[in-house]
Nanobody
Framework: QVQLVESGGGLVQPGGSLRLSCAASGRTVSRFAMGWFRQAPGKEREFVAHIDFSGTTTSYGHFVKGRFTISRDNAKNMVYLQMNNLKSEDTAVYYC????????????????WGQGTQVTVSS
């Protein structure tokens, strides 16, 4: 089992920044690819970013366009999502997830999920 706890969400104005954190515990987290997803009210869960087990390979959802950066610190069992230039359409609950797959970009490829943290972008 892997337990994931997200933090760092909140209310931010358009153009602002937030850094989400995901604390992992349980099995050796460094063996898992990690990802961030988001879900807005009335919408499906959407892929945001993923990072491989070593932290050397990343991928992002099409809407990110250089605004977000995913990173991890395996020594601390932490995963981060730095979000800059936030827009109102980024408002959603953001979830951290862990996968045993090599290049996981869909929700079905992730076995473990956190409870989510709310991000609201509004003036």
């Amino acid at each position: 089992q892997v337990q994931l706890v997200e933090s760092g969400g909140g209310l931010v104005q358009p153009g602002g920044s937030l850094r989400l954190s995901c604390a992992a515990s349980g099995r050796t987290v460094s063996r898992f690819a990690m990802g961030w997803f988001r879900q807005a009210p009335g919408k499906e869960r959407e892929f945001v970013a993923h990072i491989d087990f070593s932290g050397t390979t990343t991928s992002y959802g099409h809407f990110v366009k250089g605004r977000f950066t995913i990173s991890r610190d395996n020594a601390k069992n932490m995963v981060y999502l730095q979000m800059n230039n936030l827009k109102s359409e980024d408002t959603a609950v953001y979830y951290c997830a862990a996968s045993r797959d090599t290049w996981p970009r869909t929700a079905g490829e992730y076995a473990y999920w956190g409870q989510g943290t709310q991000v609201t972008v509004s003036s």
